[in-house]
């Protein structure tokens, strides 16, 4: 029990050495730059309103207060992804500040983005990150090697229409800094392509240093994306930081500096400052030089060149089979049985990951309010992050009582080793970048059994105390250091995922525990299995059933919802809109399905105007379309839909084909579309869009609700 003990404890470790707070703060002045976040976050500013222009402009005063060449590029962006419908583009305003160097050998952006979504004043996403900006320009020399700007972009929560706007850049090296929550360790989640130099410096000069080019591995196969995606691909070097903790204050109201972590703000500048400090007089042109594997471990950042992940999976391979021979060879176990451990371990592995999968589905149908929150998070997840922990726990109890009956009770602690050295070779084939997590503990669990084994006076049995003169204490001492990496990386990573929700991050906490259990085998060969799944199964039970009186949604802690409304001004007539099951009419009102739709009252909104300036034969048998679409008022957002995808070009630039666009901060003379429409007449969608509920008669907001992307849209139809 004390190798078990002793494990525990490290995994504690690891996650309080990875938490903010932990270490002592350097210069950046943390109470300064949160003083910037109350003056950027006291309400939402997206693109196109009031709001954002008062951000822009205390911007811009503060670099010019410091001396920097300020000014302000503006620009027209288009969404840079690929993407089915409606496409966002917008007239962005980004803000550089620039000082020259004195012999430079590249560019050092430090940049995050200054707007924030509709109905989230945007304290974490992105005004930590412009606080850390600010703070960071403050500190800095005014003397260095490099070129220094600071770069705000403009635009990217309505589709990165800022940084899709920016000038292509080269010798240039960036900084960029994020947020997907409220709280949290501050993580170097993606490097740019060719940076294992960059990297390097980030692990010697960050005092949190905390990334893993694994993470990064996983990224590229979702969705998700930041301005760096866009610096990338212009061919710019460099890291790209967030932190993830209190996913449900994501993108809502309560995004605000009152429930912004300072200790995440201090961390984030932190590292920022002292990184930034490096490189302001480095040789920014040999940063370039092949990829790394990277990974944290307390207080350090492990790095190697990724040319070597491979060898080192298949060394950590040819360690377990030399534990499974020597094993064999004592008689210790039996070949055909261990084969079956190995595979019957896969069992447990996918289950814990189904289980962590599907539990935040599962909290959805149960209780119905879980469903509408963003990230799939709750705000206090802590009961339900306990009880998927003690369901693994239960399940892989379970496999341990059953493998013991069919294979024997030595086979499935080889096994096990085996099993999680096969996969970090499949995973350094597969997902390059990844596979550290499974092959150091492999390798190291295998050192820790052969290592047991070669401390015995004579032995026959693999498990400490299990035959005569066997040494259990150093026994137990050997197999226990071969687990620490286990329980760094495992253990340590089980409880991290949590950080990015109980939606996502429960299936890699469910992964990683089970990984990390299998692993403990050799030390639980005593221990009362059933009685375990048992325990741990009633715990799962309770805290399942705890949640939702611990998770109370209060005027604190408010129900999310999205609501959007809409108004046919040609037919006035008016829906309300929540996704979910899609009505007949959420096309027409909306523009796309997923619409659930009920009546609702007229409101006063204008659509926009459109104009046919001409209109002739286009391409092939089709017509070719001119309009012009001008907002009524000042809403910050215009555009057209229609009912196929068709070419489009806005102001003279081509989109592709497409089913229509959303215009941010349109210009106030409208802009100029040109559609080549099939022959025949073609249904097109003028609309335009404030973020103000309020304008609609008789709306009253639920009591302890938060209204996530406010919308009110009006549109009219035309037949062009």
Known sequence: MFGLAALVAVVALTVWAQSPGTRAATAFDGSRAFTDVQAIARAPHPVGTSEHDRVREYLVAELRRLGLDVRVQEGVGVLPLDHDGVVPMGRVRNIVAERPGTAPTGRLVVAAHYDSVPGAPGASDDGAGVATLLEVARRLPESTRNDLAFLLTDGEEAGLLGAAALP??????????????????????????????????????????????????????????????????????????????????????????????????????????????????????????????????????????????????????????????????????????????????????????????FLWPLLGMLRLE????????????????????????????????????????????????????????????????????????????????????????????????????????????????????????????????????????????????????????????????????????????????????????????????????????????????????????????????????????VARLAEPRLTVVRSGPGPGAGRRVVVRLTPSGDAPVVGLSLERAVPVSVDGRALGRRKGFAYHAPPAGGVEVTLDLPAGRSAVRAFQEVYDLSVVPGFRPAPDTAYLRPSAVAFRVHRL
């Open 168 to 357: 292509p850049g080269g010798r240039t090296v960036v900084l960029n800094n994020e947020a997907r929550g409220n709280r949290g360790a501050v993580m170097m989640f993606r490097a740019s392509g060719d940076s294992g130099p960059l990297v390097d410096v980030y692990g010697s000069a960050a005092p949190h240093p905390m990334a893993d080019s694994g993470f990064a591995a996983v990224l590229s196969l979702l969705p998700n994306n930041t301005d760096f995606y866009v610096f990338e691909k212009n061919g710019w070097l460099g890291l790209d930081s967030a932190y993830s903790g209190g996913g449900a204050y994501y993108h809502t109201p309560l995004d605000d500096p009152a429930h912004l972590s300072r200790a995440s703000l201090q961390q984030m500048g932190d590292n920022t400052l002292a990184v930034a400090r490096v490189l302001a007089d480095a040789d920014l042109e040999r940063l370039r030089g092949g990829e790394s594997v990277h990974f944290t471990i307390p207080w350090l950042l492990v790095r190697y060149p990724a040319w070597l992940e491979l060898p080192i999976a298949l060394g950590g391979l040819v360690l377990a089979g030399t534990l499974l021979a020597v094993s064999r060879r004592r008689g210790l176990i039996r070949l055909p049985r261990t084969a079956a451990a190995a595979g019957l371990g896969l069992v447990p592995v996918l289950v814990a990951g189904a289980a962590g999968f």
């Open 370 to 601: 879980y469903a509408g929150m963003f990230t799939g998070d709750p705000y206090r997840p802590w009961p339900y992050q306990g009880a998927l922990a003690a369901l693994v726990v239960a399940l892989t109890a379970a496999w341990w009582a059953l493998a013991r009956r069919i294979t024997g009770e030595r086979e499935p602690a080889v096994g096990g080793v085996l099993l999680v050295a096969l996969l970090g070779v499949a995973s350094a084939v597969l997902l390059p970048g990844g596979s550290h997590t499974l092959v150091w503990p492999a390798l190291f669990a295998s050192a820790g059994g052969l290592a047991a084994e070669a401390v015995r006076s004579r032995g026959t049995a693999l498990t400490p105390g299990s035959a005569p003169g066997a040494t259990p204490r150093f026994r137990s001492v050997a197999l226990t250091l071969g687990l620490v990496p286990a329980a760094v990386l495992l253990g340590g990573g089980a409880v991290l995922g949590f950080d990015i929700g109980l939606e996502l991050g429960g299936v890699q906490a469910g992964l990683y525990l089970a990984l990390f259990l299998l692993l403990l085998s050799p030390l639980l060969q005593h221990v009362r299995v059933t009685a375990v799944a048992v325990a741990a199964s009633t715990a799962a039970a309770v805290l399942l059933a705890a949640g939702p009186a611990v998770d109370r949604f209060d005027s604190e802690h408010p129900r999310q919802a999205h609501l959007a409304y809409a108004l046919d001004t040609g037919s006035g007539t008016a829906v309300w809109g929540e996704p979910g099951a899609t009505s007949p009419d959420s096309a027409r009102y909306f523009g796309e399905d997923g619409y659930g739709t009920r009546p609702a009252p």
